[in-house]
């Protein structure tokens, strides 16, 4: 197994450009998620998804988009990028306890992150 | 709203020191899962343990060993005989009920080990 892989794995982008940060899973989990790493602030989530064509907002969701078309992607699009987005991004995955969403998650797996800087 | 707090920016000490890194968490659900991460200057996040709320045995794994204390809301991790490769961001981290809604992380302990 990859594990969690996230392409690309550092990207520059000018003020008011778009992006798509990858991120892809072969471990077969239903759960999804991302996470971003700023100095002395931790991770913090983003958005989530539960399971393929479900998705919902994370702690800090505002510029960012997401969707989850199957169980093994699930990319990040950042609309219109802000030089406050310049942070670390993890993508993470987990599987469920009991075989449906409904009986919680066990521990996060991370990708290798996406070092992410907007000028 | 939980809440994780690792009131330990970073720590320095010599190679073969045992050392504590504290967390302290706050949640009002009563069922709960706590972890830690290790993040060494590469980069990657690696797992280290999950504790669930209902367990309150402390738990060894060679060097490492985690102390969980409710009464305190207290998830403490010590290294014993510590490596210069135990030198990373150390992250303590608390998942409520399912866990669907992510994890609430604290702003990590960076551990030095000096040779």
């Known amino acids: 197994n990859a594990g969690v892989t996230q392409t690309p794995k550092f990207q520059v982008l000018k003020t008011g450009q778009s992006m798509t940060l990858q991120c892809a899973q072969d471990?077969?989990?239903?759960?999804m998620s991302w996470y971003r790493q700023d100095p002395g602030m931790g991770l913090r989530l983003i958005h989530y998804?539960?399971?393929?064509?479900?998705?919902d907002q994370g702690e800090v969701p505002n510029g960012y988009n997401v969707s989850r078309s199957t169980t093994e992607d699930f990319p990040l699009r950042l609309l219109s990028a802000a030089p406050s987005q310049t942070s670390v991004y993890f993508c993470?995955?987990?599987?469920?306890?009991?075989?449906?969403?409904?009986?919680?998650?066990?521990?996060?797996?991370f990708g290798p992150g996406t070092r992410l800087t907007v000028t | 709203a939980q809440k994780v707090t690792q009131a330990q920016t970073e720590i320095s000490v010599v190679e073969k020191e045992d050392v504590t890194l504290d967390c302290v968490y706050e949640t009002r659900d009563t069922t709960y899962y706590l972890f830690w991460y290790k993040q060494p200057p590469s980069g990657e996040l690696v797992f280290l343990i999950r504790?669930?709320?209902?367990?309150?045995q402390n738990e060894i794994s060679g060097r490492y060993s985690w102390n969980f204390q409710k009464s305190t809301s207290s998830f403490n991790f010590t290294i014993t005989a510590s490596q210069v490769v135990d030198s990373a961001v150390y992250f303590c981290?608390?998942?409520?009920?399912?866990?669907?809604?992510?994890?609430?992380f604290g702003k990590g302990t960076h551990l030095i080990i000096q040779p």
């Open positions: 993470a995955s987990s599987y469920s306890r009991t075989g449906s969403t409904s009986g919680g998650f066990y521990e996060q797996y």
């Open positions: 981290a608390l998942s409520e009920g399912g866990g669907a809604d992510g994890l609430t």
């Open positions: 998804s539960v399971g393929a064509g479900i998705t």
């Open positions: 504790r669930n709320s209902f367990d309150e």
């Open positions: 471990m077969n989990h239903e759960y």
